[in-house]
Structure formats: structure tokens, C-alpha cells
């Protein structure tokens, strides 16, 4: 599995755009990087999950450079309500590690008003 | 959307009593998970279970913990003997398929386990 990397914490304010990066040097051809959201006392939360190039939904835009050592996570316009922790993940569908998840520390994101 | 539900939502044992944690996944999810978040710690995997056994399990998982999925609906994590280590968030989880990181696993909303 790979090692991820991201910066413990970050503070932004309301309607500002955050990115998150996250460093996976020795990411495998098969692997794909998630990303996950927890809320204190709540359980994590898939977000977004991408292999190459940029992935979008409702909620963020995952930006993945062509070499896939980093992976950026980006949230548009946070509101407080995005205060949580943030974590990425990189592993493949295949392998004996059925479904296990590997989190790290996270990256504390808190939006002040 | 339907969601993962976990009862109850606070257990407060006294040390070596046994406790079950009660899940139930989303409905039509065949894999199913534990894990545990230590105050301020990481969260970290306990066992993943699919087609009425234990798929995987970490070295946390020790013989004083079982699981068990007693009908369709529900899935139990029993800790027989409780410690004041085991004191922790349990979050169970559920996913449509299993492998790894590309399968979405959905996870409730936590039991705060305090052992005293």
C-alpha cells in the first residue's frame, strides 16, 4: 500500500476555495486514490475517488497529475459547515487486503466565518 | 438515501463486562466492517466480514472479539471482556462489493464505548 503524506491542518475562511494535497510517491499502476470526509463523532464519508487526470462531482474536483505521486483535493466556495477532517487513500481493487481501509492522521480543514 | 445505523449511539461499561454493538447496513451490501477510533487517533480497521465469515481481521482483533450477522438485517460486533483500552468509537460499515479502496464503503454514525 502506499504511504500518503498530507499536511496536518489548514485554515481558510468562508467562500474561499481550499485544496488539499496529498503525496503518494509510491503509488502502484493499479491503484486509485479516495478521499474521505469526517465530521467530529461521525463516521468517515466517502467523497471523491479518481485514477489519472481530473475527476469532478457535486462536491469537490480531485486534480491528478500524470505522474500520480500527488493527488489534489479541491472543495469550491467552503462554508462552516465543511469544517472536518480529510483524508486520502490509495490502494487498488485487487489484492488480499479485502476492503480494509488504511486511514492516516488527516488533514484538519477548519473554515472560520 | 438509505444509510448505516448503529445502536446504541453511547455504551458505558464497568471493565470485563462483555458489550455488543449493534449495526445494520444498507440493505442490499454484502460487505461488512468495523473499525475503531481511539480519542484523537486514527481510525482503524477491525474486520471485515462477507457471506457469513470473517474475510479479514487486524491484529487488533483479538480473541476477545467476535462478530456475528444473527439474521438479514443486522451485524454485531461482541467484545467479551472489556478493557479500559476498548474504550473508543466503533464505527461499523458496509459496502455493495468488496476489494479495496474502490469499493465505497458506508459508514455509521459511531458507538462511543466508554469502559470504566
Known amino acids: 500500500l502506499a504511504k500518503t503524506t498530507q499536511p496536518i491542518s489548514m485554515d481558510s475562511y468562508e467562500g474561499q476555495e481550499v485544496n488539499i494535497t496529498c503525496s503518494h510517491n509510491n503509488i502502484a499502476t493499479n491503484d486509485y486514490i479516495t478521499w474521505y470526509q469526517q465530521f467530529p463523532s461521525q463516521g468517515p464519508r466517502f467523497i471523491i475517488q479518481?485514477?489519472?487526470t481530473k475527476v469532478t462531482n457535486e462536491v469537490a474536483s480531485l486534480f491528478i497529475p500524470a505522474d500520480r505521486k500527488s493527488s489534489t483535493l479541491s472543495l469550491p466556495r467552503v462554508s462552516l459547515s465543511d469544517t472536518a477532517v480529510y483524508y486520502c487513500?490509495?490502494?487498488?481493487?485487487?489484492?488480499?487486503?479485502?476492503?480494509?481501509?488504511?486511514f492516516g492522521r488527516g488533514t484538519q480543514l477548519t473554515v472560520w466565518p | 438515501e438509505p444509510e448505516v445505523t448503529q445502536t446504541p449511539s453511547h455504551q458505558v461499561t464497568q471493565m470485563g463486562q462483555e458489550v455488543i454493538l449493534r449495526c445494520v447496513p444498507i440493505s442490499n451490501h454484502l460487505y461488512f466492517y468495523w473499525y475503531r477510533q481511539i480519542l484523537g487517533q486514527k481510525v482503524e480497521f477491525l474486520v471485515s466480514?462477507?457471506?457469513?465469515?470473517?474475510?479479514?481481521k487486524s491484529e487488533i482483533f483479538d480473541d476477545q472479539f467476535s462478530v456475528e450477522r444473527p439474521d438479514g438485517s443486522n451485524f454485531t460486533l461482541k467484545i467479551r471482556s472489556t478493557k479500559l483500552e476498548d474504550s473508543a468509537m466503533y464505527f461499523c460499515?458496509?459496502?455493495?462489493?468488496?476489494?479495496?479502496?474502490?469499493?465505497?464503503?458506508?459508514f455509521g454514525p459511531g458507538t462511543r464505548l466508554t469502559v470504566l
Open positions: 487513500l490509495v490502494g487498488s481493487d485487487r489484492g488480499s487486503t479485502l476492503g480494509r481501509l488504511y
Open positions: 460499515a458496509s459496502s455493495l462489493s468488496g476489494g479495496a479502496v474502490t469499493d465505497t464503503q458506508y
Open positions: 466480514f462477507y457471506n457469513n465469515e470473517i474475510s479479514e
Open positions: 479518481g485514477y489519472k
